[in-house]
């Protein structure tokens, strides 16, 4: 019974030392919505865990702010409910990426469907002709509010 437990125990701090069955970094779960204003894509987070600023970007149809830690208005800080950010977009899927701490994995947060938007779009834009008046029409925000990831 004694060399069980010694046995048991030697397994046991080995498995510490080399990391075997530690917890992974599992990504956040939080929600967002969007919103689309005359500079871009309005991202905010609605609720659940406080997430990172530097180890979050975008991806799929975000214009800038791709690269991991690049979202301007969450670099260096803990994004909370009700902190937003801005990003330009062409037509398509706007994702949301989380980036473990280690770099080795990523997870996409969110995503939505979103209209091409930013300063240099006109209005001429077929996604914007939306019941021929200027600017996204109210289908634009609807498709955007009702987007699944």
Aim: charged fraction near 20%; hydrophobic fraction near 35%; aromatic fraction near 4%.
């Amino acid at each position: 019974m004694v060399s069980i437990s010694v046995m048991l125990a030697a397994v046991m701090g080995a498995a510490s030392v080399t990391g075997i069955g530690q917890a992974t970094d599992a990504p956040p779960q939080a929600s967002f919505s969007y919103e689309v204003t005359d500079d871009g894509v309005e991202v905010t987070h609605d609720g659940g865990d406080d997430l990172d600023g530097s180890r979050l970007g975008f991806a799929g149809a975000a214009l800038e702010k791709n690269e991991t830690g690049t979202i301007t208005e969450w670099q260096g800080e803990t994004v909370t409910g009700g902190d937003s950010a801005v990003v330009e977009t062409t037509s398509g899927t706007l994702k949301l990426v989380w980036v473990a701490s280690s770099g080795d994995t990523s997870s996409t947060l969110d995503a939505a469907s979103v209209p091409a938007t930013g300063p240099d779009v006109e209005s001429t834009d077929p996604i914007f002709e939306a019941n021929g008046e200027e600017g996204p029409g109210p289908g634009v925000q609807e498709a955007v509010e009702t987007a699944t990831p």
